[in-house]
């Protein structure tokens, strides 16, 4: 009889260590990695690349190159090695403040992702741009900060 009570006991608290780690797994924040700015390579010249951490890599472009703002920007993201969940660019000017714009970016099978937005018109001409790329990969929020020029046409 001591040993049934023992066995029952032992078993209870086995299964309540597993259902403690499985909440506690749950509730853990997402990891946030931040991989410094692609310097050696500006989006409006070519399309530029970044290795993520883990294995993998995510190719970045945009047409048409010039970054013309008031006029419509695709954005190309194509990641191999890894997949992601979810893929989203946000642009954000670098020393004036445009506010952020974020554009989720739609699927289009084998890892890459695509989407159209416009950038604010900036009066005084030629301005700075900071595009990051936001990556969900299983439990882990990465951003790639890329940089760019635009301008009037």
């Known amino acids: 009889m001591a040993e049934r009570n023992y066995f029952y006991h032992s078993l209870g608290a086995i299964l309540a260590m597993l259902l403690a780690a499985a909440i ?5 924040p997402r990891a946030d990695v931040s991989l410094p700015l692609v310097e050696d390579c500006r989006l409006d010249r070519q399309a530029c690349a970044s290795t993520l951490p883990g294995g993998g890599r995510v190719v970045v472009a945009l047409e048409p190159m010039t970054g013309a703002t008031a006029s419509p920007l695709r954005v190309s993201v194509s990641i191999s090695g890894t997949q992601a969940d979810r893929v989203e660019i946000g ?7 445009m506010g952020l714009h974020v554009l989720p970016l739609a699927a289009v099978g084998e890892g890459r992702f695509v989407g159209e937005t ?3 018109v900036c009066v005084t001409g030629r301005m700075i741009w900071q595009a ?3 990556l969900e990969v299983g439990r882990k929020d990465i951003s790639v900060p890329f940089r760019f020029e635009s301008g009037h046409e």
């Open 118 to 120: 416009t950038l604010p």
């Open 91 to 97: 642009f954000q000017g670098v020393d004036m403040n």
């Open 132 to 134: 990051t790329v936001l």
């Open 24 to 28: 506690g797994y749950l509730w853990l």
